[in-house]
């Protein structure tokens, strides 16, 4: 989950969708926001068509992300329970969480049956290859996925499902 533009999307608005939500109950913000930035914790990588992983190199920041970027991010502290709870401090905090920033695509075109336009199906297949190829590169044995822009940027749950049923399989 991310925004390609914006880091933690909304999140300084009052936004209420996924990413702005982590934004409000942990520290990720201090690490993708530029105003704020602690950028030594996140990593900027490409991944190619051959799941090699590469470094950005020449851009100012860390947004941007271009259509395959992500942003990993290790050391992150989710200290708040959720907004239904008032987003009060947790008892037992969760460190070293790790993310991986990669957008999915906005409003994209549909068929009448409520999927993916084709190109829309490959490149974000392409994009949920990159999610579990940078975390096996950085040795984690589990992940905690997200809905994958089938919120605010209303990608259909079912193809999205599917998707990422079609990669881990």
């Known amino acids: 989950m991310a925004n390609a533009t914006s880091p933690g999307g909304g999140y300084r608005k009052g936004d209420g969708a996924q990413e702005e939500n982590i934004f409000r109950r942990s ?3 201090q690490s993708l926001d530029g105003e704020l930035a602690d950028t030594d914790r996140s990593e900027r990588i ?3 068509s051959k799941c090699e992983l590469k470094p950005f190199a020449g851009y100012g920041g860390l947004y941007p992300i271009p259509e395959f970027g992500a942003i990993y991010t290790s050391g992150i502290t989710v200290f708040r329970q959720t907004e239904t709870n008032g987003y009060a401090y947790m008892k037992n905090p969760l460190y070293n969480v790790c993310a991986i ?24 297949h392409k994009k949920i290859e990159n999610i579990f190829t940078i975390a096996h590169h950085h040795k984690h044995d589990c992940l905690v996925l997200s809905a994958f822009g089938c919120g605010a940027f209303r990608n259909p749950p079912e193809h999205i499902a599917a998707l990422f049923k079609s990669v881990i399989y």
């Open 101 to 124: 920033a990669i957008p999915a695509y906005r409003d994209p075109e549909l068929t009448r049956n409520n999927m993916l336009e084709n190109k829309f199906a490959v490149k974000t």
């Open 27 to 29: 520290d990720y913000y």
């Open 46 to 48: 490409f991944c190619t």
